[in-house]
């Protein structure tokens, strides 16, 4: 299939999008949770008892010349033969292939032996999770490796400076990654629980790539005795690693409080401390005012505030989980950006098992918790499918990367009077949402302001 492009010229001077640059994936049914996982098909089934939902994309070159490309769908049967009529306006702006913000994602290896039939601990594991880091970055992740239990982050399925690291390190979307601390699962928190030639080892080779280099040794920290702990830990990170970040993660303020008040106890536990403060979207109980008001607080050179969706929120609020709409799963970035944080998390990409007849979040879980990608074998093709909620997700991602640009060239408010023609808060994330013809007007928006 080629994309034509309508020129006022004669038809032998038609310009065209290469037949690679479009896809055609079918959702498909996930047991019992309806559909959610996209797969690869040349044809499509269409039944008589219930619609069939399909994803067109297309990844237009960087060469692409600006303006209207036109193309059908055939569809043929016994009886009868149709036509879908497709267009796509290409705009004179372009998405950095590079994300100017970033995202960071687990690779978690424990459930990946048993939905891939492979030994725990074999090297056939560690290949699969670089396979599924390949994968995600495609998405706009900076994705990382988790294995040997809770907390100990690896990066990379090996060593950083192992020689199958290097393939990793070479990609230029790969702009952040984790840096493994801890040396025992047992001994979280124990700032002598490391080996300090291996730090130095994996430093040396992060550094050498030109890569920001993070630690994530703790997870939604709560009390003052675990701050105080946790400082413990960044005082021997600052000293080796002064170049770069610890992530810390906080779902609730200072006291279990969900006030300004709380949050701003966290920040003064840490101050003077080189650190992401990485904030559920929970925490701010459907206030957005509160996530900036913390971000007022950070000084640039040392701190940067980011965002995490884990569980909650749920309702009307941005998320990823099964059951929400769309526009919840693509707003997540958005409200990241309008709440003025500067990077993403999400705890993993493939916590999941198999169970009732499909793929689902392991047990105590909302649905959709903790997974993105699917292990296509169970759909019948080879390899990774990615899941509608992925799909959506890069699509904010992508949003926020115009507002990014209209921002640095023309003022934050330019950029949100961009945004609140479609997004205003989280509890209205679908209330307020006016549809799909909002979105390509804030596009063609934000290409005349980049011009």
Not at 55 to 69: D, H, M, N
Request: glycine share 8%; net charge negative.
């Amino acid at each position: 299939m080629n994309l034509w492009k309508d020129r006022r010229v004669d038809s032998l001077h038609r310009v065209v999008l290469p037949r690679e640059a479009g896809s055609f994936r079918t959702v498909g049914l996930n047991g019992t949770v309806g559909g959610d996982v996209l797969i690869p098909v040349d044809r499509v089934l269409l039944r008589d008892d219930r619609p069939t939902d399909n994803y067109f994309t297309v990844k237009v070159p960087e060469s692409a010349v600006p303006g209207l490309y036109r193309t059908a769908l055939t569809l043929t049967g016994d009886d009868f033969a149709a036509e879908i009529p497709i267009e796509l306006e290409v705009l004179d702006a372009a998405v950095p292939r590079v994300p100017t913000y970033p995202s960071v994602v687990t690779v978690t290896s424990i459930p990946l032996a048993p939905l891939w039939w492979l030994e725990p601990g074999s090297p056939e594991v560690a290949d699969k999770v670089a396979e599924y880091i390949r994968f995600l970055l495609d998405y706009r992740f900076c994705p990382y490796a988790e294995g040997g239990g809770p907390m100990m982050m690896t990066g990379s399925p090996w060593p950083w400076y192992d020689e199958r690291s290097r393939e990793l390190l070479a990609d230029e979307r790969y702009t952040h990654v984790m840096v493994p601390f801890y040396r025992d699962s047992a001994r979280l928190l124990d700032p002598a629980n490391y080996d300090p030639e291996e730090l130095r080892r994996n430093l040396a080779a992060i550094r050498a790539a030109g890569k920001t280099g993070i630690f994530y040794i703790a997870d939604e920290s709560t009390t003052e005795e675990m701050y105080r702990r946790i400082k413990a830990v960044m005082a021997v990170i600052d000293r080796e690693a002064p170049d770069c970040y610890t992530l810390n993660t906080f779902f609730i303020g200072a006291g279990e409080q969900h006030t300004p008040e709380g949050f701003r106890k966290v920040h003064e536990a840490f101050t003077g401390e080189r650190q992401i403060f990485c904030w559920g979207e929970y925490a701010w109980l459907g206030q957005s005012d509160f996530a900036r008001e913390f971000h007022a607080l950070l000084r640039p050179e040392k701190e940067q505030h980011w965002s995490y969706v884990c569980m909650g929120p749920g309702g009307d609020e941005p998320n990823l989980l099964f059951g929400m709409t769309g526009v919840q799963n693509r707003a997540v970035w958005w409200r990241a950006w309008q709440e003025e944080a500067t990077g993403f998390l999400y705890w993993s990409a493939n916590y999941q098992t198999l169970r009732d007849g499909g793929i689902h979040s392991n047990s105590g879980l909302p649905d959709g918790d903790g997974f993105l990608v699917y292990p296509g074998p169970y759909f019948g093709v080879p390899g990774l499918l990615a899941s509608t909620r992925l799909e959506r997700w890069r699509d904010g991602a992508e949003d926020v990367e115009l507002l990014i640009q209209v921002e640095r060239r023309h003022g934050r408010e330019t950029a949100r009077a961009l945004l609140d023609e479609f997004y205003r808060s989280p509890a209205e994330t679908n209330s307020f949402f006016p549809g799909s013809e909002a979105l390509r007007q804030f596009k063609r928006r934000a290409a005349e302001l980049l011009k």
